[in-house]
């Protein structure tokens, strides 16, 4: 009886195990007989000649070992053979040649064997319930999932899903302005998963460009019936980004349906992303139009497009600049990423200064990456850069102090010296 009891008791304990794992049964029927037939095989030496059926709902098993009936005086092995007047004892009507069915007990392998069987099962079933978890995130990268913030670290969060499986939200994934307490719940999506040493590691990414593709798919019906296609996204993580779409249909406004009445349907999506400022635009074949709209809000006279060296050179009103440029660079830098060109910012002066001198003049003595970055911010000519503020030029272009000091000292020295000269004439 308490042989039985032990028995039940070990199916039973991976039974349990199976429900809350999501193994499915043919799975751990599988993993039990194979468990099986490896403790019969060592102690026996085979587990050819034995039959063995779970039943995981009543939560037994049994084992039947067939044996060949021999005469007496040729039995040579135990668990292959059984003597005919052992036979005769089940049935008179058995006869040499003929097999014989029981039914052998867990206890005839020993306790211990029973104690190896159960760390062998246990071992067996994390191993499968590592790698079904690893599978089954694997098939989830690119969607969004949801998890309760279980612990709050200085580097990660962890999460744990409806099934309490551990998800990683990294804090180089996360938005800066992101802040969650343990049993909130946080959103992300599902951005890589990785497997070392079969310890599966999903890690969550809510600063992906695929995040803000999935929110907009949930909240835009259009986009999840496919009438409106995502062309294109740039962001920056919790300040601003910049989404083109396309619809199939002309009748359909495709930024007006992603915005929705008085922007209501955007405006879920922006306190997702803790107040990031989203930008919808249309999309185009038409490379020159698209940089246009990609710069939005800014209002462009003429543009050229060089498409070998994926670079535009853009021109517009002084007062349009700032616009084109936006905060810290932002507009520019999203516009570049969304439609995949370098895009150069320069003011577009009716009344040209003949005095002025346009930048790339002083390559021989200012470095071109520098020279680079000043026309970025629309300083094309050397009045442009003299007419903007030190703070301006180290902040926007991203200078160091002693080099905007050093390209201003040049510059003025230039001017200096024409007035000199202009001086002399006199």
């Given at each position: ?18 429900e809350?794992?999501?193994i ?168 890589r ?13 809510r600063i ?71 930008d ?14 990609a710069l ?14 994926r ?6 009103n ?17 516009a ?5 060109y ?30 680079d ?6 300083c094309s000519?050397?009045?442009n ?35 000199d ?6």
């Amino acid at each position: 009886m308490g042989k039985k009891k032990e028995t039940i008791s070990l199916i039973d304990t991976f039974s349990e195990f199976n429900e809350l794992k999501n193994i499915d049964k043919a799975t751990l029927i599988s993993v039990l007989e194979e468990s099986f037939r490896n403790v019969i095989s060592k102690t026996i030496g085979t587990d050819e000649n034995y039959d063995i059926i779970i039943n995981p709902d009543k939560g037994d098993l049994e084992i039947w070992r067939n044996r060949t009936i021999v005469e007496d005086d040729q039995f040579e092995d135990p668990n292959l053979e059984i003597t005919l007047s052992e036979a005769l004892k089940i049935d008179e009507d058995f006869e040499v040649g003929e097999e014989v069915t029981d039914e052998v007990s867990l206890e005839h392998f020993g306790r211990r064997t029973i104690l190896n069987l159960r760390q062998t099962l246990a071992s067996k079933i994390l191993e499968l319930e590592k790698d079904n978890l690893y599978n089954k995130y694997k098939e989830k990268v690119g969607e969004i999932v949801s998890g309760e913030v279980y612990q709050v670290w200085k580097k990660e969060l962890l999460l744990l899903d409806d099934e309490h499986n551990e998800l990683i939200l990294p804090k180089t994934e996360q938005i800066p302005s992101d802040f969650f307490r343990k049993g909130e719940h946080a959103r992300a999506v599902v951005a890589r998963v990785e497997n070392k040493n079969n310890n599966p590691r999903i890690i969550l990414s809510r600063i992906s460009p695929v995040f803000l593709e999935r929110l907009f798919e949930q909240e835009i019906p259009e986009i999840a019936d496919g009438l409106i296609t995502i062309k294109g996204i740039a962001r920056i993580p919790g300040e601003r980004a910049k989404v083109a779409v396309e619809a199939y249909d002309d009748r359909i406004d495709p930024v007006g349906a992603c915005v929705g009445m008085k922007g209501f349907r955007i405006h879920g999506i922006v306190r997702e992303l803790r107040n990031e400022n989203i930008d919808v635009i249309n999309y185009t074949n038409n490379t020159s139009l698209f940089i246009q709209r990609a710069l939005s809000p800014a209002r462009i006279n003429s543009i050229t497009v060089k498409e070998e060296e994926r670079r535009a050179e853009v021109f517009l009103n002084p007062e349009e600049v700032s616009l084109a440029i936006g905060k810290g660079g932002a507009n520019i830098k999203l516009a570049s990423m969304l439609t995949g060109y370098n895009i150069e910012v320069f003011r577009d002066i009716d009344d040209v200064d003949e005095e002025d001198i346009y930048l790339d003049e002083f390559r021989d003595e200012i470095d071109g990456w520098v020279i680079d970055q000043l026309k970025k911010i629309g300083c094309s000519t050397a009045k442009n850069v003299l007419a903007t503020s030190r703070e301006r030029l180290i902040r926007e272009a991203d200078l160091e102090e002693s080099t905007v000091d050093e390209v201003l000292a040049i510059l003025r020295f230039e001017f200096d010296e024409e007035e000199d000269k202009g001086a002399e004439e006199e």
